[in-house]
Structures are given as C-alpha cells and as structure tokens.
C-alpha cells in the first residue's frame, strides 16, 4: 500500500500570508494526485487534482505543484474561509490512500 | 443536480449488523465508480473501497478486506457499505464519494455525501 505523508500537522498563519504545504508519497504516483479541503462538520471538498489543476470554482490562490513522490499545496494569500484541514490522496494505486492531513490554524 | 444523500445516524452495540445506504441522482449512477471513506473521531480520513455499478467490480483498501461488504444496486442508484459484525472501533462518520475521470485522464473524487455516523456502544 502506498503511504502518504504531510507536513507539517498544523500550519499556523496570519490572514494574508502563503501557505505551504507538502506531501510525499512512499513510491511514485506520476500526478496522479489530489488535494481536499475538510472543515469542521463538513465532508470533504476537491480542491486540486492530476496534482495541479485547480477543480471547478476553485480561486486561484489555490495551486498545486510535484511529481512522482514530492507534491505541495501552496495557498498563496490566506482568507479567513481557508482555514481547514487539508489532505493530499494517490491515486495510483486503488482505492487511494490519503496523507494524515495538515492542519491550517490561525496564528 | 448531482447529488449523494446518505442514510441516518445509527447506534448499535458491538456484535450487531449494519447496512449503510448512499443514492446517487442527477446522473447516470451506472457509469461512475462510487466509494466508502471512514473518519473516527478526530482523525483523518481512509478510504475503504470503491465499486462500479455498472458491473459490481470492488475494490477494497487491505485494511478492510474481509471486514465490511460494499454493493451496489443500480435499478435505484444506490450504494451500500455494511458490517456483519461491528465493533466499538467501527464507531466514525463515514462518507461516500462518486469518482470520475477528468481532463488529462486523472480521477478525482468530486462529489460527497454528508456522512453517516455510526455509534457502536454497549
């Protein structure tokens, strides 16, 4: 099974500022890669997939970048909406496996 | 409008089965490989297994091969996950999500049910 790694686990930030996060995977996944948006509550929400486009509606300050087993989210100036969690997932190998997720917290 | 509603809370005790539901409208359910994930409590989230409706084919994360069944029956666009046994470690949210193909040929999972919780206490 391929695992997923994130870091950091909690990311804290000032509104405004960039936010990056990263993802390894412990073989190659190409880009066969996504990224999701979890809140509170709520299920989660696609954000970025083949590890660099951004899904239907989602602003540009979302962009995604890696591949084989490097990948990074970077949000690049922070809004009050964006703090969640955040979870990188493969799909190379089915059903896919997620990373344990960052964090994005409020300095 | 796509959408993926899934069945209510449950509470169970340990040893009881369970049958979770989530029904697809808005498109064709047949035609889109539909999964399971699990989150417990304040963790993250797992992905337990997917199948196509369309043919039954399921796929199942090693984690839990052996320990729950996922079905389909497409005459009412619904996916099911079930347990015949739980245990107090069942307890979670779990959700089902619809997984597509996109530009560039990458999957992705674009649509999500609200989760079911599932509390299995004695």
């Known amino acids: 099974e391929i695992v997923m790694t994130q870091s950091p686990a909690t990311l804290s930030v000032s509104p405004g500022e960039r936010a990056t996060l990263s993802c390894r995977a412990s073989q190659s996944v190409s880009t066969n890669l996504a990224w999701y948006q979890q809140k509170p509550g709520q299920a989660p929400r696609l954000l970025i997939y083949g590890a660099s486009t951004r899904a239907t509606g989602i602003p540009a300050r979302f962009s995604g970048s890696g591949s084989g087993t490097e990948f990074t989210l970077t949000i690049s100036s922070l809004q009050s909406e964006d703090f969640a969690v955040y979870y990188c997932q493969q799909y190379n190998q089915w059903p896919g496996t997620f990373g344990q997720g960052t964090k994005v917290e409020i300095k | 409008e796509v959408q993926l509603v899934q069945s209510g809370a449950e509470v169970k005790k340990p040893g009881e089965s369970l049958k979770i539901s989530c029904k697809g409208s808005g498109y064709s359910f047949s035609s889109y490989w539909i999964g399971w994930v699990r989150q417990m409590p304040g963790k993250g989230l797992e992905w337990m297994g997917i199948?196509?409706?369309?043919?039954?084919?399921?796929r199942y994360s090693p984690s839990f091969q052996g320990q729950v069944t996922i079905s389909a029956d497409k005459s009412i666009s619904t996916a099911y996950l079930q347990w015949s046994s739980l245990k107090a470690s069942d307890t979670a949210m779990y959700y089902c999500?619809?997984?597509?193909?996109?530009?560039?040929?990458?999957?992705?999972?674009?649509?999500w049910g609200q989760g079911t919780l599932v509390t299995v206490s004695s």
């Open positions: 999500a619809r997984r597509r193909r996109g530009s560039g040929s990458y999957w992705y999972d674009d649509y």
């Open positions: 199948i196509y409706p369309g043919d039954s084919d399921t």
